[in-house]
T-cell receptor, first 113, second 115 residues
Framework: DQQVKQNSPSLSVQEGRISILNCDYTNSMFDYFLWYKKYPAEGPTFLISISSIKDKNEDGRFTVFLNKSAKHLSLHIVPSQPGDSAVYFCAASAIKNFNKFYFGSGTKLNVKP | KAGVTQTPRYLIKTRGQQVTLSCSPISGHRSVSWYQQTPGQGLQFLFEYFSETQRNKGNFPGRFSGRQFSNSRSEMNVSTLELGDSALYLC??????????????FGPGTRLTVL
């Protein structure tokens, strides 16, 4: 049972424009969410996180929005750069202290020059 | 600071064999988690070890097992390999902070191919 879903396998965006990656979850107990970026032949690297007490978190060009009522989060990248081309995973967790995270299947972002 | 290292990086086995994968966490990290990544399935949580004890387990058959040593290095073992076990196996390490979520740092993974 996939508790975290990324319904768009791929996304193509022009350089300089906004990239919006979406993620839905079904478990209402999730209260911490993360985004990871993954390049080929490398492990995922942490991008940004948000806890359920917030609805927005920013870090430079990256902003994550959380809509708890809709069980939806999104990652905005503005402006998009060719180096942002990678697979993006969202992940969620419900239990502090325990590193058990549920990941989505990933969205492959292609930023065209 | 050295990152998470995984060995070997690539492995080819045949059905029925067993395999052992190794993970060395970042120095000072005592939690090690293992994930399986297959196309279209994302990362599936296998198990997590902390202080040589398995704290969490995902929904995988008993053929998948792991252990952690006193230096926090971890191994995972898959016995009686099946074709469906072909995947990228990722290891992640993290610090442990009470009552806090802990950012995980991933290794590059071991690509296992079962023929």
């Amino acid at each position: 049972d996939q508790q975290v879903k990324q319904n768009s396998p791929s996304l193509s965006v022009q350089e300089g424009r906004i990239s919006i990656l979406n993620c839905d979850y079904t478990n209402s107990m999730f209260d911490y969410f993360l985004w990871y970026k993954k390049y080929p032949a490398e492990g995922p690297t942490f991008l940004i996180s948000i806890s359920s007490i917030k609805d927005k978190n920013e870090d430079g060009r990256f902003t994550v929005f959380l809509n708890k009522s809709a069980k939806h989060l999104s990652l905005h990248i503005v402006p998009s750069q060719p180096g942002d081309s990678a697979v993006y995973f969202c992940a969620a967790s419900a239990i502090k202290n325990f590193n058990k995270f549920y990941f989505g299947s990933g969205t492959k972002l292609n930023v065209k020059p | 600071k050295a990152g998470v290292t995984q060995t070997p990086r690539y492995l080819i086995k045949t059905r029925g064999q067993q395999v052992t994968l190794s993970c060395s966490p970042i120095s000072g990290h005592r939690s090690v988690s293992w994930y399986q990544q297959t196309p279209g399935q994302g990362l599936q949580f296998l198990f997590e070890y902390f202080s040589e004890t398995q704290r969490n387990k995902g929904n995988f058959p008993g053929r998948f097992s792991g252990r952690q040593f006193s230096n926090s290095r971890s191994e995972m073992n898959v016995s009686t390999l099946e074709l469906g076990d072909s995947a990228l196996y990722l290891c992640a390490s993290s610090l442990f902070r009470v009552e806090s979520y802990n950012e995980q740092f991933f290794g590059p993974g071991t690509r296992l191919t079962v023929l």
